[in-house]
């Protein structure tokens, strides 16, 4: 007995094709939004920085209540101070972002200059190293990291004041642009033939 084409794989993949290609119009305008967006924090990076740092601020007090809550729950077992722990560095980090955002970005900036700088220099090293295929494209990744992390050093604590907001509206930027590129390509694909 053969299953019908929609119960196989390649059928439920046909029919969420053709689910996409009828609403292709709504991944597009998704993606021209969060182009336009992006494009805003790129160009006001100070606003993009101080609305990212705000926005992890409330994330990290929402995951706190919540750490507070599962210790309340499971204050029986063995892991309660634990939870309680990490509740209150969550809620005091959120805090802190929330209250002095200027500095907060400061500090995540430092953070970002750290972690470009030392895994740009892990990169570099490994690749030159090892010499695995295609070690020139970590090579490469590895210079723009450390390029990167000390360019955003060397104006610390001044970069603070855009380089997240920058990032972020870059990383939005190619987000939506992949989303209309993806939108474009289902309008434009084929409609699967029946068997």
Do not use: K
Not at 12 to 27: P, T, V
Not at 34 to 50: N, R, Y
Not at 122 to 143: D, E, M, Q
Not at 173 to 195: D, T
């Amino acid at each position: 007995m053969s299953l019908p084409l929609s119960a196989s794989p390649v059928g439920a993949i046909a029919d969420e094709l053709a689910n996409m290609r009828r609403h292709w119009w709504i991944l597009f305008i998704l993606g021209l939004a969060t182009v336009i967006i992006g494009m805003v924090a790129i160009s006001s990076g100070f606003i993009a920085t101080l609305a990212s740092v705000l926005f992890f601020g409330v994330l990290l007090i929402v995951a706190g209540v919540t750490e507070v809550i599962h210790a309340v729950m499971v204050r029986n077992w063995r892991g309660f101070a634990l939870h309680l722990l990490s509740a209150a560095l969550y809620l005091l980090a959120g805090l802190f972002m929330i209250e002095d955002p200027v500095r907060a970005a400061a500090v995540l900036t430092l953070l970002l200059s750290t972690c470009f700088f030392v895994g740009g220099m892990l990169r570099t090293i490994f690749s030159l190293a090892i010499r695995f295929p295609s070690w020139g494209w970590v090579l490469l990744n590895g210079v723009v990291d450390l390029i990167l992390g000390i360019l955003i050093w060397r104006e610390w604590p001044e970069s603070s004041l855009w380089v997240i907001g920058l990032f972020v509206g870059i990383d939005l930027l190619f987000h939506g642009w992949s989303w209309m590129m993806l939108a474009l390509m289902v309008r434009n694909c084929p409609a699967p033939q029946p068997r």
